[in-house]
């Protein structure tokens, strides 16, 4: 399956990104830092061109966004810019971990 993963430089998007490999999945991801052994779209999830070339081509997209070095929580705007490019795009599928709203992070919440 081609995937367009977001937030795949992170713990979660880490072991996302090495299971879907492992499982023999094609992926694109987006990232403000682009890693080698992998097609990366050097960019961020607020920018929505960066966002519909990641999910250009892909069957499913795979959300693990955080908000880790940021002043503000992306989780919810990143995912508007997903939503909007898969639904350009014809990309019926979503999967979306998030952390936001536990422990500390809940009073983050908007």
């Known amino acids: 399956m081609r995937i367009a993963l977001f937030g795949a430089t992170g713990g979660t998007g880490r072991q996302v990104l090495a299971q879907a490999l492992d499982w023999g999945h094609t ?7 682009p890693r080698d052994g ?10 929505p ?10 069957e499913a997209a795979i959300c693990v ?3 880790y070095g940021r002043q503000e929580p992306i989780e919810a705007r990143g995912t508007e810019r997903i939503l909007a490019a898969m639904h350009e795009a014809g990309v019926r599928r979503l999967v979306v971990v998030t952390p936001l709203g536990v422990g500390d992070s809940r009073a983050r919440i908007a």
Not at 27 to 33: F, I, N
Not at 38 to 47: E, Q, R, Y
Not at 50 to 56: G, I, L, P, T
């Open 27 to 33: 992926l694109t991801a987006l990232a403000r830092d």
């Open 38 to 47: 992998l097609t990366t779209i050097g960019g961020d999830v607020l920018d």
């Open 49 to 58: 061109k960066a966002v519909a070339q990641c999910v250009q081509g892909a």
């Open 65 to 67: 966004l955080g908000s």
